[in-house]
């Protein structure tokens, strides 16, 4: 793939999720939505999949950061294991594993972690409680939706793409077309 047109795919995806962070909220579907419409590939049912994955699973931030887990969800759904296959003798769900990783070692990277509130800490200094008014509040305040969650959900958009192209998940026409619509 020539490197203008990885670049232009993978700043599109960067852009629509930092623009849908700062603009709607909820990482996991932001990102799910940058991945989906800038490789158009559109899903729905995934996309409404990830509504409750918001600030660490319903905003408590325990667990993994949604946007993370939204690329995870976007590369198994190129390469995992089918249903109609689920004793899976080709063993695809660990090819899948392995292209998970890939996107998890870029969150280490640049991160150093994966979970929600340890990326806050990372990029707040410490982590937020967003069911409760106050904290949300004062999570605003330090540029939770206007810097913040919104660099994290651009980086995981293009991390993920980044992982999707290097991995061969999407076929070359289906990139030159996406790109083309830039």
Known sequence: MDDKVREKLLQNAYDLGYE????????GQVVIAALQETFDM???EVFKSL????????TVGDSGCGAYVAGVLFLSGLRGREYSNFADPERIRFESFAIA???HEKY??????VNCHDIHRV?????????????????????GHTTGCTMVCGKGARFAAE?????GLIPEEKLVAAAAKL
Request: hydrophobic letters at 25%; glycine letters at 14%.
């Open 51 to 58: 509504t409750g994955w918001a600030g660490g699973g319903s």
């Open 108 to 113: 280490i990277k640049e991160f150093g972690c």
């Open 20 to 27: 849908y962070e700062n603009t709607y909220r909820g990482c």
């Open 163 to 167: 992982v999707a192209i290097d991995e």
């Open 42 to 44: 559109p899903n729905p």
């Open 101 to 103: 990783r890939k996107l």
């Open 123 to 143: 990029v707040y200094g410490r982590p937020y409680y967003l069911p409760d008014p106050d904290e949300m509040i004062k999570f605003d305040e330090v540029g």
